[in-house]
């Protein structure tokens, strides 16, 4: 009964968070009306916790995501907090949380270049030193950016979150996981002096960068490695088929749940044989079932 | 009477109305931010509004740098050069922003989200046009901890604006403040022909009062109905002597006033003793090249200049008008040179590198104050020997010209670097100013990114340091120099340390144990902290004033609340973010 209760209210939550972003696209009837090439976007996630903390838009568990849209291109992004700095006392999803906004904020401001994604994301690290709260921690990061000029998809992606395209049912392109080691992805972090030498820090100019032009009704899916790490690419794959050239966004969203709920489940299966586990046994770890992790999902469709 | 026969001209003419927010910022004289940053930066004014109606310390807003009487009770600040000639309203700082359409101003929105209510006039421009029109003024106000959409009322005037310069007192407000966004809202002329009429003034409507402060007419014109009526001119048996000593104490507006009395008062004001401080600060929209002319006749023996503010020939819409004051500017100072001892050209667009080779030659000068003039990269050839003061905060210099300039006064006392980010080793820096300038008092390299743990170290050899503002400097690393300043440094009063994240009990509380003397601390950011080390400083600095414990995550709210009741006369701040109320 307990976990019914708690399965209800992560749903609504989820919906929550979903609802409010499909309605900032779907309602704003200048979007709509554009014959430009956008993207039409729908948001879904959990939180790893079973007990919810606090609700707060732009963010699952020590997920974070954004979507923004200016003149020149609309851009969307994922993060995820490295989730050891807990024992230093210090909050994993407050970096992660100030990354996303902080590019969100400078795409509001127009300051990024429409082809640059890395770019933006080292913008946005580097702004983070100047908050007078000291925001710690270390956070991977996607962000995918739709150059509305020449209909390309410019992309930056470091660590392990990522990104994956399809078109007529075809994955055409799917990001590259950076890793140190095995569970142990390329990150983004600002330690607390003196922690310097101990921590892992990738510069924001080593992100991959990629790009490629886009055809209407591509579908793109932008997701954290609790995703990736939970469903096979072609569950991923059949999902994601069902909203080749959606327009509307709440279809998009019924999607972006599924696919989301779907990821959430598995990873609490101990029996199930996620693409995780694969990659543990690959790497001479001997385990089985999901990987309980927070989940993002950003689903988004090419309107061209 | 003028007030009925003011029509709107929405009433006369087919306009359409439209409301429309920042489109960017043309110039701030103040702002919290490095220059390519977006945190607390006036870049946050452009576009709508994005943290209204949440109250709070957020970096999505546009923050000025000071706040409070502590800017101002600095050693270093600026004292004034001619103290009749002040501001009623004390405007410290301002703004100016750009809207994309041009309109007849009817409403203006400020979203105020931080410690509201320093802004005190609002002034209307064209952009292509020299005029400023004052839409509003009013006295500082005292507001209640809650964002607010100040609206004031606006005159009434049929002019046609698409620039706003908001000025700013915030010498009341207990913290910073912050804005979030501008609404201008009114009516935009449909056809070439209405914006022609308009813009020329054209469409015979009368304006409800005269452009220009009117606080200070008012007053004058209390005085003179008040004032009995003499039937003699006691005044013209006075001799010129006693006038003049009479005229000196007149702010600039009323010698001007008084020269227009008869021509032995004309010839009187004219005379040169009247002119040896000069502030044109407050004058700002009325100083033009004729302004100039006139002082150029009359400053052989000037002392004190103030050209703060007064650029308002920068605009596009005449190069040679530019150039004629430039020109003028220049002539100034050449006159000025020999007997010119303060001069403050503060955010002034004009000071280029021919201006300041005419300040170089200004041997004379104790007191430079160059806040905020970015047309300038080199410092020439020249430099000044007799330096005490040196404001050259927001600028470009580098490091090779400042250190010249050091090495050639070696009386400086009060130094400001802030935002200088041009210089690359600020530590080579430090280490000149230890071996040239043993007088200096007051040190502050506020958001210069290039001082080490080793330049800290070398402070603890400035013997006479009083004040010490290193905010923002030392952002990633541990220092260890604390120690020696705590040594070296026993007069210190004034210490900013904001944003030192890599800094701890033990390397502060020398200090706090040496430094008694200490009235201003400023500890924002850093975690580490703990309220063992504040509850000593608070006990033993007996005259300890503020403290700033802003972000401090080390110590929380109820304790500093604690503290708040059993030390009531030090100011302990305490800011806070709410980021994520969204209350939309």
Same mark, same amino acid.
């Given at each position: 009964m307990h976990s019914l209760f708690v399965t209800g209210r992560l749903i609504s939550r989820a919906l929550f968070n979903g609802i409010h972003n499909s309605f900032s696209t779907a309602t704003d009837p200048k979007l709509q009306l554009k014959t430009e090439p956008h993207l039409v976007s729908a948001v879904c996630g959990f939180s790893k916790e079973r007990t919810i903390q606090r609700l707060v838009r732009g963010q699952f568990g020590d997920d974070a995501w954004f979507t923004a849209k200016y003149k020149s291109a609309d851009v969307l992004g994922v993060a995820d907090g490295v989730g050891g700095w807990r024992s230093y006392g210090i909050d994993p999803g407050e970096f992660s949380l100030h990354l996303m906004k902080t590019c969100e904020r400078l795409v509001n401001l127009g300051r990024f270049t429409p082809n640059n994604p890395s770019e933006l994301l080292a913008n946005s690290y580097y702004e983070l030193l100047h908050h007078k709260k000291a925001i710690l921690g270390s956070s991977t990061a996607c962000v995918v950016l739709l150059n509305r000029e020449n209909s390309t998809l410019y992309t930056a992606n470091i660590g392990d979150s990522g990104f994956m395209v399809?078109?007529?049912?075809?994955?055409?392109?799917?990001?590259?996981?950076?890793?140190?080691?095995?569970?142990?992805?390329f990150q983004l972090s600002l330690p607390p002096p003196g922690y310097r030498a101990d921590v892992l820090s990738d510069r924001p100019e080593s992100a991959s960068s990629d790009n490629f032009p886009v055809e209407d009704g591509d579908v793109i899916l932008v997701a954290t490695d609790g995703v990736f790490d939970n469903l096979p690419q072609n569950i991923i794959l059949n999902e994601l088929l069902k909203c080749q050239g959606e327009r509307c966004a709440s279809r998009l969203q019924m999607v972006a749940n599924s696919i989301a709920w779907m990821a959430r489940s598995l990873s609490f299966d101990e029996t199930f044989v996620s693409p995780f586990a694969e990659r543990a046994f690959a790497n001479g770890i001997n385990t089985l079932g999901g990987k309980p992790d927070d989940i993002t999902v950003i689903l988004a469709t090419v309107a061209i | 009477m003028a007030n009925n026969t003011f029509i709107p001209v929405e009433n006369v003419f087919k306009m359409r109305y439209l409301e429309q927010f920042v489109h960017k910022v043309v110039h701030c004289s103040s702002r919290y931010s490095n220059q390519r940053n977006y945190s607390y930066s006036p870049i946050n004014l452009v576009g709508?509004?994005? *943290?209204?109606?949440?109250?709070?310390?957020? #970096?999505?807003?546009? /923050?000025?740098?000071?706040?409070? &009487?502590?800017?101002?009770?600095?050693?270093?600040?600026?004292?004034?050069?001619? #103290?009749?000639? /002040?501001?009623?309203?004390?405007?410290?700082? /301002?703004?100016?922003?750009?809207?994309?359409?041009?309109?007849?101003? $009817?409403?203006?929105?400020?979203?105020?989200?931080?410690? #509201?209510?320093?802004?005190?006039?609002?002034?209307?421009r064209l952009r292509k046009d020299k005029k400023w029109y004052l839409l509003w003024e009013g006295f500082p106000q005292k507001c209640a901890a809650r964002s607010r959409k100040f609206s004031p009322p606006l005159r009434k005037y049929n002019c046609l604006i698409n620039l706003l310069r908001i000025e700013f007192n915030q010498n009341h407000l207990d913290y910073h403040t912050a804005i979030d966004a501008v609404l201008l809202s009114g009516y935009e002329p449909e056809t070439e022909i209405t914006y022609e009429l308009i813009k020329n003034g054209l469409t015979q409507v009368r304006t409800e009062k005269p452009i220009g402060p009117t606080v200070n007419d008012f007053e004058l014109s209390?005085?003179?109905?008040?004032?009995?009526?003499?039937?003699?001119?006691?005044?013209?048996?006075?001799?010129?002597?006693?006038?003049?000593?009479?005229?000196?104490?007149?702010?600039? *507006?009323?010698?001007?006033?008084?020269?227009?009395?008869?021509?032995?008062?004309? &010839?009187?004001?004219?005379?040169? +003793? !009247?002119?040896?401080?000069?502030? !044109?600060?407050?004058?700002?929209?009325?100083?033009?090249?004729? +302004? %100039?002319?006139? !002082?150029?006749?009359?400053? =052989?023996?000037? &002392? *004190?200049?103030d050209l703060s503010w007064c650029n308002e020939y920068q605009c596009d819409f005449s190069t040679r008008l530019h150039y004629d004051y430039h020109n003028k500017l220049q002539s100034v100072i050449e006159t000025a040179s020999k007997t010119l001892t303060h001069l403050s050209m503060n955010d002034n667009y004009f000071v280029d590198y021919d201006i300041l080779n005419e300040i170089s030659k200004?041997?004379?000068?104790?007191?430079?104050?160059?806040?905020?003039? /970015?047309?300038?990269?080199?410092? #020439? *050839?020249d430099v000044l020997t007799k330096l005490v003061s040196l404001d050259l905060s927001m600028t470009n210099i580098i490091d090779q010209d400042l250190i010249q300039i050091l090495i050639a006064n070696p009386n400086l006392e009060h130094l400001v670097l802030d935002l200088c980010e041009q210089i690359i080793d600020m530590d080579f820096v430090v280490e000149t100013v230890i071996n040239f300038n043993k007088k200096l008092k007051a040190w502050s390299s506020w958001k210069t990114m290039s001082i080490t743990s080793e330049g800290v170290r070398k402070f603890g050899l400035c013997n006479n340091l009083e004040e010490l503002d290193l905010g923002w400097c030392l952002m990633n690393h541990v220092p260890d120099g604390l120690a020696e300043i705590a040594q070296g440094c026993r007069k210190l009063r004034r210490l900013i340390l904001s944003e030192w994240r890599g800094i701890s009990?033990?390397? %502060?509380?020398?200090?706090? %144990?040496?430094? =008694?003397?200490?009235?201003?601390?400023?500890?924002?950011?850093?975690?580490?902290?703990?309220?063992?080390?504040?509850? &000593?400083?608070?006990?033993?600095?007996?005259?300890?004033? !503020?403290?700033? %414990?802003?972000?401090?995550?080390?110590? $929380?709210?109820?304790?500093?609340?604690?503290?708040?009741?059993?030390?009531?006369?030090?100011?302990?701040?305490?800011?806070?973010?709410?980021l994520y109320q969204n209350l939309n």
């Open positions: 399809v078109r007529k049912g075809r994955v055409i392109r799917r990001s590259e996981e950076q890793q140190h080691y095995f569970n142990t992805p | 709508k509004y994005v *943290k209204y109606p949440s109250y709070g310390d957020s #970096p999505e807003a546009y /923050f000025l740098r000071s706040y409070g &009487k502590w800017w101002k009770d600095s050693i270093a600040a600026q004292k004034e050069y001619r #103290p009749q000639d /002040f501001d009623l309203l004390g405007a410290e700082d /301002f703004i100016v922003v750009e809207f994309d359409c041009i309109v007849v101003p $009817r409403e203006i929105f400020i979203y105020e989200i931080y410690h #509201p209510g320093a802004v005190i006039r609002i002034w209307g209390d005085c003179d109905t008040d004032k009995p009526k003499c039937s003699r001119d006691v005044f013209s048996m006075l001799p010129d002597e006693i006038i003049l000593n009479i005229f000196q104490y007149l702010d600039l *507006k009323s010698l001007s006033r008084c020269a227009q009395v008869n021509s032995r008062w004309n &010839k009187l004001s004219q005379d040169q +003793t !009247l002119y040896q401080n000069i502030n !044109l600060k407050i004058y700002w929209y009325l100083v033009d090249v004729n +302004t %100039l002319e006139y !002082l150029l006749n009359k400053i =052989k023996n000037i &002392k *004190k200049l200004c041997k004379e000068l104790v007191d430079l104050r160059l806040h905020h003039t /970015f047309n300038w990269i080199r410092w #020439p *050839k009990d033990q390397l %502060l509380m020398p200090l706090i %144990l040496s430094c =008694k003397e200490l009235t201003q601390i400023d500890l924002i950011g850093i975690k580490n902290i703990t309220s063992e080390l504040c509850e &000593k400083a608070l006990y033993l600095l007996p005259k300890l004033r !503020l403290l700033d %414990l802003s972000f401090c995550d080390g110590i $929380r709210q109820e304790e500093v609340e604690i503290w708040r009741q059993q030390y009531p006369h030090i100011t302990i701040q305490r800011s806070c973010v709410y």
